[in-house]
């Protein structure tokens, strides 16, 4: 596993310390590379200023050592005493993961000892772990159990600016527990301009600024807008591979999917340049890659060949890799939306801000000058993209958060200390939602059933249909659904080369019911292999994504355990399973209406059966789905069959008979126009 060694030529050069060892070297190579980091010079400053502050607002450019240093001086300079922890949060899963495991190894120790990283289901740490990195959404939940984080010294939320949902709710609750625990360091790290907004929302706590490095940046712009991103991304890339020197390069997608086809085309395309030009490497990054494949972005580029990372959101601030001289901005991100008017929850790819297309271009200008490629107008930058991205608490629905804040003893949700208060209506729905999934009562104090729901790390609608599947005696099936859920897009594969092979695999899964019971035979198929890759092979199943499934079931099955749910199975009769989804989902129903196109039974907004699911051509009358995708059009994606029937049983005060009629256009159209109108 050779270490970037960045700027740091002389090292490389063998002959000269032919006695060292392999690891004696690597361990030189680190210490250089930490000496090389912008904040090296500022180790000491930025100690006595911890030392003399509570609070400390950290604003430092991407790539100047925050997350992999911070932690480790705190250690060195004893906040780790007497077992106390070091936390540090951040929004992403494979920012923790990547980010623990370097620090572990600048630290010679093994991942999982004194360094650790905790993220939804999965925990990398120990009794021994001082230093542990941990998603925003993890410390959420650590609250439940440690309300004042008694265990840590110093807590760093790192990466504010990013406001995902989960870090703006730290931001309330960590202010809340400084006032009371005085010898708790507070750390709030930022890359960008936020900090005075940080500083005034912490009593003014003082700001230190790490001046960073950065080499100019040339910005290009298309001439016209580009009909299709990602062929424009390849064409890009063998352009700049073709004529400029060499240079790593890296391009931001929004997602697996996109990644992968702009990989195969490269893959094409390079195959027929042949020897004509250099190595062309090409290395993905996204938040479910396996962790081996992460570790190869930061090695290091050998001489001759150019490294391209095909990369989402996340080597916008949350990684850095070194090396880069190029990069290639298509101006999108993939965003979670909610409409609190419809209620309906919808991951899109929209447009980014200019604050992150400035993000963006910045990582072309750390080692050297750099260029910049933007697939879009130099019009629509200016006059298109919003300055700054909306905070994700003002756009998503907040059920989750409003149940931990509530588990947490925290009643009045409307006057918590927000930095930015999400809309109001947001709230009252996320109230509402609980209270018809019985979580709260008619006073909105949590009720026996939201404490155990808050106990399981998934969303209201999830922890329900899992407590559910206990009085419909189905857990053993339940819990293997959700996990599979938990992965649920990439399960199946479907190579460019053999697309009818794979569709015909997928449809001898199909069972009847729909979507969730074909995951399911799926999951218990492959079980009765023994979890075999072979299997997986042969049937176009990705055998890393049912490890995962495999995995993440193990973990609710624990949690499960902890608040007493039995597991059992009920295999006979699949309409107990159907009914214990439908406890948890019953606000994703629809209702078959004209030319095959759904409504949504409460708001009557028009959706489709995604053209993946197994009920594409059966069109039953009333389903449950998972949820909803905008491509094309709305797409319900995961879709079951149920009897509306079921909704009076599950969910008797949300709905009321009368909208459940079963009636359909063709035979009465008068009770559906009448019903309509009620709903609308
Ligand atoms: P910041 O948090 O200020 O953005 P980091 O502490 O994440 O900065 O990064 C500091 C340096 O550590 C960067 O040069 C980065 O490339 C390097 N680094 C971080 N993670 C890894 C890793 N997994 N492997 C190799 N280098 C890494
Ligand atoms: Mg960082």
Request: proline share 5%.
């Amino acid at each position: 596993n050779p270490i970037n060694i960045s700027g740091t030529p002389g090292i490389e050069d063998e002959d000269k310390k032919p006695q060292l060892t392999e690891k004696q070297k690597r361990k030189m190579n680190i210490e250089e590379t930490k000496k090389s980091l912008p904040i090296y010079k500022y180790r000491d400053e930025l100690l006595r200023a911890i030392e003399d502050h509570q609070v400390l607002i950290i604003e430092g450019e991407t790539g100047s050592g925050k997350t992999t240093q911070i932690p480790q001086y705190l250690h060195e300079a004893g906040y780790t005493k007497d077992k106390k922890k070091i936390g540090c949060t951040q929004p992403r899963r494979v920012a923790a993961m990547s980010v623990a495991a370097r620090v572990a190894e600048e630290m010679s120790i093994k991942l999982g000892n004194e360094v650790g990283y905790s993220i939804r289901f999965e925990d990398c740490t120990s009794e021994r772990t001082i230093i542990k990195y941990m998603t925003d959404g993890t410390l959420h939940r650590e609250f439940l159990s440690e309300p004042d984080l008694e265990s840590y010294s110093v807590m760093i939320i790192d990466e504010a600016h990013e406001r995902t949902l989960h870090t703006d709710i730290l931001f309330g609750l960590v202010k809340d527990i400084a006032r009371f625990r005085k010898d708790l360091k507070l750390l709030i790290s930022s890359a960008t301009l936020d900090a005075a907004k940080f500083s005034e929302f912490f009593d003014d706590a003082p700001i230190f600024r790490i001046p960073g490095r950065r080499f100019p940046v040339n910005i290009y712009y298309s001439q016209a807008p580009e009909a299709d991103y990602v062929s424009a991304c390849v064409q890009t890339i063998l352009q700049i591979h073709v004529t400029q020197p060499l240079g790593d390069c890296l391009v931001f997608l929004t997602g697996q999917e996109e990644i992968e086809t702009c990989h195969e085309l490269l893959q094409e395309r390079t195959k027929k340049l042949g020897s004509l030009v250099k190595e062309l490497i090409v290395l993905p990054v996204y938040a479910n890659l396996p962790t081996d494949m992460q570790a190869k972005i930061f090695e290091r580029t050998p001489p001759n060949a150019r490294k391209v990372v095909l990369a989402t959101n996340i080597a916008e601030t949350s990684l850095t890799i070194d090396n880069i001289i190029y990069v290639i901005d298509p101006g999108f991100c993939k965003q979670n939306s909610y409409n609190p008017r419809t209620s309906m929850e919808t991951l899109t790819i929209v447009p980014i801000s200019k604050a992150s297309a400035n993000q963006r271009a910045g990582r072309a200008g750390r080692v050297a000058a750099g260029k910049c490629f933007r697939l879009y107008t130099a019009w629509v930058y200016k006059n298109e993209l919003e300055d700054n991205p909306v905070p994700e608490i003002q756009r998503v629905n907040l059920g989750n958060v409003v149940l931990i804040l509530k588990a947490l003893g925290i009643n009045n949700i409307i006057n918590f200390d927000f930095l930015d208060p999400p809309p109001h209506e947001s709230l009252v729905i996320a109230l509402e939602q609980l209270y018809a999934l019985g979580a709260l009562n008619h006073h909105g104090d949590l009720t026996k059933l939201g404490r155990r729901m808050a106990e399981l790390p998934v969303d209201p609608m999830m922890s329900k249909m899992l407590l559910a599947s206990e009085k419909y005696k189905c857990s053993e099936e339940i819990v293997s659904i959700s996990a599979m859920l938990n992965v649920n897009s990439s399960i199946f594969y479907r190579p460019k080369d053999k697309q009818i092979h794979a569709d015909t695999a997928r449809k001898n899964f199909h069972v009847p019911g729909g979507d969730h019971l074909m995951l399911l035979n799926v999951y218990n198929q492959w079980a009765e292999t023994d979890f075999s890759i072979q299997w997986c092979y042969e049937n176009f199943i990705q055998y890393r994504s049912m490890k995962r499934a495999r995995d993440v079931r193990d973990q609710l099955v624990n949690l499960l355990g902890r608040v007493e749910v039995d597991l059992v199975s009920n295999i006979s009769d699949n309409v107990n399973i159907r009914k214990a989804i439908t406890a948890g989902f019953f606000y994703h129903v629809a209702k078959l209406s004209k030319g095959g196109s759904y409504k949504t039974v409460k708001h009557n907004q028009t959706v489709e059966i995604h053209p993946s699911s197994s009920l594409r051509e059966a069109l039953p009358r009333w389903v449950i789905y998972h949820e909803l995708v905008f491509t094309t059009k709305e797409y319900m994606r995961q879709t079951t069959e149920i009897e509306s029937k079921w909704l009076l049983e599950v969910a008797p005060h949300y709905y009321k008979s009368k909208e459940l009629e079963d009636s359909t256009n063709t035979k009465m159209p008068k009770t559906v126009g009448k019903a309509n109108s009620e709903l609308g």
